[in-house]
C-alpha cells in the first residue's frame, strides 16, 4: 500500500487529484512473503556488504523512486563495481512523499550487506525489499560486528502459519551471517 503525504498549501483540490491519480497509476497492494536465507541467497545473484554513499529521489513513469548510491567493501555472490545504485519505490519529491511498506530506506555512512537483483529497468533492487536487508553494526566490545535483518520488526506472510508475524535474524555476529550465507550459496549450487 502506497501512503502518499503533502503539505497542501498552495495546491487545488483538482490538481491534487491528478497528482494522486498519476502516483497511484502503477501502485497496487503488496504482500511480502517470508522467505528463507537460502531461498533470497538462491533468487540474488548479487551479494554485498556495502556503504551507502547518498541518495537521490526521481520521477519515472509517474511514481517517486529513490535511488541509493552504495560503495562496495565486499562482494559474497556476483561480481560487483565499485559503487551499486539500488532504485526503490517511494520517497519525497518537492512537497509528495511516496511511502510504500516494507521498502527499506537507507540513510548515508549506513554498512549493510545487501541481496540484490536486476529490476526490468535494468538497475538493482533488493530482493524481497526489507528481508534482504541487513544492517551492521558494531557492538561495544572490540570490533565484533552484529547484523539485524530490517524484518525482525516487519511483519511478512509465512504461508507454513498463514499469519503475518515479524521475524528475522537478530543481532546475529557478522561472521557467523557469512557463514550462513555462503553455507546456503553452496547448499543452492549442489541443488538439482
Known sequence: MINVQTNCRGISAAIWLVLLSLLGADAGATTLQRMSL??????????????CVANSVALDTGEIWTFTSFEVEETWRGN????VTVRLLGGRLGAVT?????IPQFRPGEDVVLFLEPTKR???????WEQGTFRVRLSSGPGQAYVTQDTASFATFDPATRRFQAAGIRHMPLDAFRA?????????????
Do not use: K, N
Open 38 to 51: 537460502a531461498q533470497m541467497a538462491r533468487a540474488a545473484p548479487l551479494i554485498v556488504r556495502a556503504r
Open 180 to 192: 550462513r550465507v555462503e553455507a546456503a550459496l553452496q547448499s543452492a549450487r549442489t541443488r538439482p
Open 122 to 128: 535494468g538497475d538493482l533492487s533488493v530482493v524481497s
Open 80 to 83: 560487483a563495481p565499485p559503487q
Open 98 to 102: 511516496s511511502h510504500v511498506a516494507g
